[in-house]
């Protein structure tokens, strides 16, 4: 089997290089990623003709959980943290651009739900972030990040990342508490998140939601971004591992 030729990932702890097929490589060591194919995207499309004719089996993106040196394995359990790795697939959707299925997380305690953390390793990625009390929108914002942006999932906040490219892989990372399953109905049910971002570039408003205000496209540090002086993320961790225990407890946050 050829080796497509690769990329080498800005983490300074972890030789990572990825190839454009979606392949991840630890320390030349090919990793076995989960796949999420068109078929699991269906329900959520804005362009449902797109799917009638392509194949439902063909892989959108690919995610690598728990990516860590075995050094470090200790220190995530003990945390309970996760380090994972996504590759999204410069494809479109019919008009749209590629994206994930989205998802909201449960509640850590009283009325905050888990929190989450994602760094941009290549290309970019705009973080779709919505606040809804049923199909009500309290809030919603298009985050557009660049490499090296670390961008946090608030607290009560369903989320959908789109690769606004037609070129390049996004690649990104994510820090998260590991014991809890993210929760895909509320947005599957709403046929997609608050608004579709079109190859165009345009972003069309999901019927499904009462949207009172127009989403608007923010950068991370309009209220959205970790600053670290350059570090990524894995590395931020390992050095400083209690300044991510609010991703277990959003309360500390």
Known sequence: MIKLSTRKLPVSLLNLEFSEDGSLYLNGIKQVPNIRRLAELTEVLFDRDFAQGADLNQPIYFMYRDVTRPIDRQLFLEMRLRYDITIMLPK?????????????????????????????????????????????????????????????????????????????????????????????????????????????????????????????????????SLKFNGRDLYSLFIERPDSFVFLKDPSRY
């Not at 390049?168 to 508490?177: A, G, H, R, T």
């Open 92 to 224: 479109t959707l019919g008009v749209e651009f590629n994206k994930t299925l989205g998802h909201y997380h449960p509640k850590a305690s009283d009325a905050l739900t888990y929190m989450e953390v994602y760094e941009v390793l290549y290309g970019e990625a705009h973080y779709l972030l919505q606040k809804v009390d049923g199909n009500r929108v309290i809030d919603a914002a298009l985050v557009e990040a660049k490499e090296g942006d670390k961008v946090v999932i608030p607290s009560g906040y369903g989320h959908i990342t789109i690769n606004p490219s037609t070129e390049n892989c996004l690649v990104m990372s994510n820090l998260v508490y590991r014991d809890f399953e993210s929760i895909y109905e509320p947005i599957k049910k709403m046929k997609g998140g608050v608004v579709y971002e079109l190859t165009s570039g345009k972003l069309v408003v999901n019927s499904n939601y009462e949207l009172a205000k127009d989403v608007q496209r923010v950068k991370p540090d309009e209220g959205f």
